[in-house]
């Protein structure tokens, strides 16, 4: 029987992101065919099939954006753009077999723990499907969150989030409301300002700005890396280094955040010389606080004459217009919601029901939480790619999400070595991993800076980042930990191969 045709599989993955999709290429190339993926979108690429907004581009340098085992030497710039990393997936997909794993265009609609069989019961789009085990990779950066503000349904002209662009819509000539002034907003407004009549940007908290390093990469470089790979690898090397020493600011010496922060506050200054508009842009926190947004073209953007900056939250919607804490009502035919995405709030953790009737959302109530951020107690036979106090603020995801496949397959070869059918986190052990981690949280920029982000949950809880270098967590996934499990011993179907891949992970380069 098919892959298109089966109801049943060993392993379900839910996303074709890069956790999702670097998890099939894995358990591909480890032989292992009895997986199928679900993506409810209508190609690979999750956040950067989604997200094709007017300057989308990643903050993390190309060289490491990338799996360690499929160095990309075609990108064109050193930061690269939306369409190229979406590219370099399908092109990933196609390289290594997967696409006839896919179910694209599925939406996994819940999925609960059928604790007498043993199994995982999906319900998808696609209909009803069973999998003993399930590796969750639904992105951190998958659904858009748009505050509810109060008259939203009353407004008469056209209304989005930079994460569902609505490309049918010419903004030439718009009265352009923009709210929020995160990373999307810094990247997007540049780009329409030339075309607007006017743009209002309305700023609850400014962000930090550094200048961007992006710039073209040669056609010499492109050739180097082609016929030697290892250039590009010791390239990526140096980039992965350099991010690394942030981590000695954000974490062990907050101080030290003083020096990028006065060269921010230098490019501030030079970019903007309006003494009361440099005032509002100006923030009250401590760099490295909320993320650090990399741009040459904001600030120079929001100095030009069709460009207003409202310092505050908008509070009202009208049907012609937006307004803001001080009253007025700034005209508006089109309204952008830069409003970022539902982090630590994220919806597929109320349609993921474990033992007892229990979801994720019930056990979390408002903060998530796993076992090196991919195992909860409670749900056996479940992997969360890049969950709980994964994110980072200065390196790579993508080497996060290869150390988590390492220890995924990990899990999975002990499971075929023991002949088990189900693996769960003892409580114990989860508990005490999260603890010790809000403890190391605690001193960190992130919590002391002065600010409110994204990072922190509904409760006040950093449920977001990984507090040390990304080198630290790679060492603790390198091998899978038995005994933090309760593993059953069962008749389960054999993983063939997996068990010495699970013995010979090697570290995400």
């Not at 690269?80 to 696409?99: M, S």
């Not at 919806?347 to 939480?369: E, H, K, M, N, Y």
């Amino acid at each position: 029987m098919s892959t298109a045709d089966r109801r049943d599989f060993r392993v379900a993955i839910l996303g074709a992101g890069f956790g999702g999709l670097g998890m099939a290429i894995r358990l591909k190339r480890a032989g292992f065919g009895d997986f199928v993926v679900f993506e409810r979108d209508e190609d690979v690429g999750g956040t950067w099939w989604a997200n094709t907004y007017p300057g989308c581009q990643c903050d993390i340098p190309s060289h490491l954006y990338s799996y360690s085992f499929a160095l990309n030497p075609n990108w064109t710039r050193t930061y690269p753009l939306q369409p190229e990393i979406q590219e370099y997936l399908r092109e990933c997909a196609d390289r290594y077999g997967v696409r006839a794993h896919l179910r694209l265009g599925c939406a996994v609609e819940s999925a609960e723990w059928d604790e007498e069989e043993g199994v995982w019961r999906l319900e998808t789009s696609d209909g009803p499907f069973s999998a003993r085990l399930v590796v969750a990779a639904p992105g951190p950066l998958s659904e858009p969150s748009i505050p509810d503000v109060p008259g939203i349904e009353d407004f008469r002209g056209v209304t989005f989030h930079t994460g569902r662009w609505n490309h049918e819509h010419d903004l030439t000539g718009r009265k352009v409301a923009v709210v929020g002034t995160g990373a999307s907003a810094i990247q997007t407004v540049p780009q329409i300002q030339p075309i607007a009549d006017q743009i209002t940007v309305f700023q609850r908290t400014p962000p930090w700005v550094v200048p961007h390093r992006d710039r073209p990469i040669t056609d010499f470089e492109r050739r180097l890396y082609q016929g030697l790979p290892a250039a590009q690898r010791a390239v990526r090397t140096a980039v992965y280094c350099g991010r690394e020493m942030l981590v000695t600011g954000l974490v062990y010496r907050p101080k030290l955040m003083n020096v990028v922060q006065r060269a921010a506050e230098a490019h501030l200054a030079k970019q903007v010389p309006d003494p009361v508009l440099r005032a509002k842009l100006t923030p009250d926190y401590v760099l490295g606080c909320k993320r650090i947004l990399p741009s040459n073209e904001w600030y120079p953007a929001i100095t030009k004459p069709n460009v207003d900056v409202v310092p505050s939250a908008v509070t009202e919607i009208r049907p012609g217009g937006v307004v803001g804490a001080d009253g007025a009502e700034h005209e508006a035919d089109t309204l952008i919601f830069a409003t970022g995405f539902h982090v630590t709030d994220a919806p597929f953790a109320q349609f993921i029901t474990g033992r007892d009737g229990v979801t994720l959302a019930d056990l979390w109530q408002g903060s998530p939480q796993a076992y090196r951020g991919t195992a909860v107690p409670g749900f056996p036979n479940l992997f969360w790619l890049i969950g709980a106090n994964t994110g980072l603020g200065h390196n790579s995801m993508v080497f996060m999400i290869e150390a988590h496949l390492n220890y995924v397959l990990g899990a999975l070869g002990t499971m075929e070595r023991r002949g088990a059918t189900r693996i769960e986190v003892r409580p114990e052990v989860y508990d005490a991993y999260n603890a010790e981690l809000q403890a190391r949280l605690a001193p960190t920029v992130w919590n002391t800076g002065g600010c409110s982000s994204w990072y922190l949950d509904r409760n006040g809880r950093n449920s977001t980042i990984w507090p040390d270098f990304t080198w630290r967590f790679w060492q603790q996934t390198r091998r899978f930990d038995e005994a933090a499990y309760v593993v059953a011993d069962g008749s389960g179907r054999a993983l063939a191969g997996l068990a010495a891949t699970a013995r010979s992970a090697s570290e995400p380069r």
